[in-house]
């Protein structure tokens, strides 16, 4: 009988040095932390998991939120300026700033009003 052989699974090695073999895993748990009435930018959940140069793969992350349990609120999650900038993913495109605006979050022409101000730094 011949052996079966299996392919090794592949970690990720974060710019930290960091072995981790789910990266989105990570984002999923520093989005949880995000508060209600806040949101954040993909870059500064990279930057908080030493990958600061990853803000794409965190929104890929975001991409496919919602098939994650516990959920994720992805919906907090903007880009660096407070642009709704993964509104498609949402079922709607008017989805993302709906559940925002439920939150108290004001948003105009696709945009986080008061982006600053409503700004959670999860390194904080």
């Not at 008017?94 to 979050?105: N, P, S, V």
């Amino acid at each position: 009988m011949r052996k079966k052989t299996s392919t090794p699974k592949l970690k990720t090695v974060l710019p930290s040095g960091q072995k981790e073999s789910n990266f989105f895993e990570q984002v999923y748990e520093v989005a949880r932390q995000i508060p209600k009435g806040r949101v954040t930018s993909y870059g500064a959940i990279a930057a908080s998991l030493g990958a600061k140069s990853s803000a794409r793969m965190v929104g890929w992350a975001m991409n496919g939120a919602h098939h994650v349990k516990p959920k994720v609120p992805a919906h907090r999650v903007v880009n660096r300026v407070g642009l709704l900038s993964g509104k498609f993913h949402f079922g709607s495109p008017d989805a993302m700033q709906k559940l925002l605006e439920k939150e108290g979050i004001k948003v105009k022409d696709d945009k986080v009003v008061d982006f600053k101000k409503l700004f959670w730094n999860p390194m904080e």
